[in-house]
């Protein structure tokens, strides 16, 4: 089978950029580089010949290491959805585009996981493999995270184990792996791992890559009884990173975990574990007598995630200091000139938004490049540099707003044909 066809699962996820495009990107991205590094014009412009004459030869151009650490920090600077992004310059970059086996990515990531933890004051890190080239796609991750519970679905009964990891683990399991956990509801997945060649593979995580928390209540045993448990280190493996045109399907990233993301969404949605009635008979709560029995719940249930992580020492952030957090990003960006992209609906917290900050900030996600994304079809779409901070010529903001209109016009189309 041809690996160019579209039927490729990655293929149909990357972006889809003519060459005028690829270079538009290339050169935004480069000079964007040698500004903030405060490098010189002779060298930026050497950089841009030898950048656009191997684009023209072989649609690919090379990133130098600091071309790809400063891309993987500018792409955390540009995460509309990351309400963490204060500390964007201290990220870790890992350069690993020669690791292109299965076998060699998963150690890699499991030295990446192990780096982390650091002991339980994670550091953010981020570990970048080799990059589509001229069309051909490399080996990539397929798991949503590194670390991540498996969900079986049982006939008559409801879902062990988390139901968003229903397909992966069928997958897996598909493949020969069969688990094994003393506690069904957090079994930890393998990794799974596509090749180039589009086989799958799952690699076993050791126990030294993986830390985990057990939630207690420091005043109400009865939540402890639960015997609810987290991870420690939320690794995203599956999303595509774009860098000066150039995708890279394979580069795990992580930082640390604010605590609502854990307490309000995994445990408490309904999608998820749906914990909450369960706690609410902890607190001998009565949903049909008291109609705020959802939010001594979750009171409850973040009080026991933020104790458990800070008792573990396990570096972890609440809602209200990372509001706080994100509105001194702000304020650093607009004092470069930069306006930051974001998306409300992700920077407001899902417990107590009225009182944070950033529920009254306007906000605009205007899809800066480099960034991450999911799916062409979806924010791939979107994406594109950003002259907000460079003087130009006053009709060409005008221009560039028609220009990606018509972008994003042709994009949808060819989706729909495709």
Same mark, same amino acid.
């Given at each position: 089978m041809d690996r160019k066809t579209t039927s490729d699962p990655l293929r149909r996820r990357l972006r889809r950029l003519r060459n005028s495009e690829?270079?538009?990107?290339a050169t935004a991205f480069i000079r964007r580089f040698h500004r903030e590094c405060q490098l010189s014009d002779a060298e930026c412009k050497a950089r841009l010949r030898v950048a656009l004459r191997d684009l023209k030869r072989h649609r690919f151009y090379e990133l130098s290491p600091q071309e790809l650490a400063f891309g993987a920090r500018m792409a955390w600077r540009h995460s509309s959805r990351c309400i963490g992004r204060l500390g964007w310059e201290s990220l870790e970059v890992f350069d690993c585009r020669e690791a292109k086996s299965p076998e060699t990515i998963a150690a890699n990531v499991f030295g990446h996981l192990k780096g982390a933890w650091n002991g339980g004051p994670i550091r953010s890190i981020i570990s970048i493999f080799a990059p589509v080239r001229d069309g051909e796609l490399p080996a990539y991750i397929e798991s949503n995270q590194a670390i991540q519970y498996a969900g079986r679905l049982q006939s008559g009964r409801p879902i062990v184990g988390d139901p968003l990891n229903l397909e992966i683990t069928r997958i897996v399991e598909g493949l020969g792996w069969r688990?094994?956990?003393?506690?069904?509801?957090?079994?930890i997945l393998p990794l799974l791992i596509r090749d180039a060649r589009q086989r799958r593979s799952f690699h076993e995580l050791p126990k030294e890559a993986i830390q985990e928390v057990r939630i207690t209540h420091p005043n109400i045993p009865s939540i402890t009884d639960l015997g609810l448990r987290?991870?420690?280190i939320p690794c995203v493996s599956s999303m595509i990173m774009s860098i000066g045109g150039l995708d890279f399907p394979c580069a795990p990233f992580n930082g640390h975990y604010m605590g609502t993301e854990i307490a309000s969404r995994n445990l408490a949605d309904q999608r998820r574990y749906d914990v909450l009635p369960q706690v609410a008979e902890c607190l001998d709560? #009565? +949903?049909?007598? *008291?109609?705020?029995?959802k939010d001594h719940a979750l009171l409850a249930l973040?009080?026991?995630?933020? #104790? +458990?992580?800070? *008792?573990?020492?396990?570096?972890?952030?609440?809602h209200h200091s990372e509001s706080k957090r994100y509105m001194d990003f702000v304020e650093r960006e607009r004092a470069e000139g930069r306006q930051p992209a974001g998306d409300w609906s992700w920077i407001t917290p899902p417990?107590?938004?009225?009182?944070?900050?950033?529920?009254?900030?306007r906000m605009e996600d205007h899809h800066p490049v480099p960034n991450f994304y999911r799916d062409r079809g979806t924010d791939g779409k979107f994406l594109r540099p950003d002259y907000s901070d460079v003087d130009r010529w006053r009709h060409a903001h005008r221009w560039d707003r028609l220009r990606y209109r018509w972008r994003r016009w042709r994009h949808q189309r060819d989706g729909l044909r495709k």
């Open positions: 690829r270079k538009e990107e688990g094994g956990s003393e506690d069904p509801r957090f079994e987290w991870y420690a709560i #009565h +949903s049909k007598n *008291n109609p705020l029995w973040n009080e026991a995630v933020l #104790h +458990s992580y800070e *008792n573990a020492g396990v570096r972890m952030t609440d417990q107590a938004g009225p009182s944070c900050p950033v529920f009254h900030m």
